[in-house]
């Protein structure tokens, strides 16, 4: 069993940075694949970014230039480093980990892009 609690979230006014943070339970990264998604309001749950075991990063088109997945293994954590932020981008913002066959999320975190 793996619990995953994302924060970092918040009010950031648009253009502004914010960083995510997804703490794991346990040392998973050397096997699981991560990833962030993230869910609008009326939207359906969407894939943001993923990281391999081996460090490979992927980025959907919204995402890429501006956002930048990262982990810290000895801290068992996975970050989200979200740069130039549209109103576009409001949403809660979930971990995801795909470990041993099993799929784990966080509960979120709520971000807003809003003057």
């Known amino acids: 069993q793996v619990q995953l609690v994302e924060s970092g979230g918040g009010l950031v006014q648009p253009g502004g940075s914010l960083r995510l943070s997804c703490a794991a339970s346990?040392?998973?990264?050397?096997?699981?694949?991560m990833a962030w998604y993230r869910q609008a309001p009326g939207n359906q749950r969407e894939l943001v970014a993923t990281?391999?075991?081996?460090?490979?990063?992927t980025y959907v088109d919204f995402a890429k230039g501006r956002f930048t997945i990262s982990r810290d293994t000895p801290k068992n954590t996975l970050y989200l480093q979200m740069n130039s932020l549209k109103p576009d981008d409001t949403a809660v913002y979930y971990c995801?980990?795909?470990?041993?066959?099993?799929?784990?999320w966080g509960q979120g975190t709520q971000v807003t892009v809003s003057s």
């Open positions: 990281i391999t075991s081996g460090g490979s990063t």
């Open positions: 346990k040392n998973i990264f050397s096997t699981a694949l």
């Open positions: 995801n980990a795909i470990y041993l066959g099993f799929n784990y």
